[in-house]
């Protein structure tokens, strides 16, 4: 499946977390980390996740 570059703006924390992950070697990198987590949400159709807002973009950015 083709894959697309994103950003990301996380909690320092979760982050963190990630990257706990990545140098126990349980993913590749974070990319890897965090696509795995969004498909796992995917598959238990993310109960229990707050409702998403959609962003408005500003003016400026």
Same mark, same amino acid.
């Given at each position: 499946?083709?894959?697309?570059? %994103?950003a990301l703006? !996380? #909690? *320092?924390?979760?982050?963190?977390? *990630? #990257?706990? !992950? %990545?140098?126990?070697? /349980?993913?590749?990198?974070?990319?890897? =980390?965090?696509?795995?987590?969004?498909?796992?949400?995917?598959?238990?159709?993310?109960?229990?996740?707050? /409702?998403?807002?959609?962003q408005t973009?500003? =003016? #400026?950015?």
């Amino acid at each position: 499946m083709p894959k697309t570059k %994103v950003a990301l703006t !996380l #909690d *320092v924390s979760l982050l963190n977390r *990630v #990257d706990e !992950l %990545v140098a126990k070697r /349980q993913f590749r990198n974070r990319s890897q =980390a965090i696509e795995e987590a969004i498909a796992a949400c995917k598959r238990q159709a993310c109960t229990g996740m707050r /409702q998403a807002r959609p962003q408005t973009r500003t =003016a #400026d950015g």
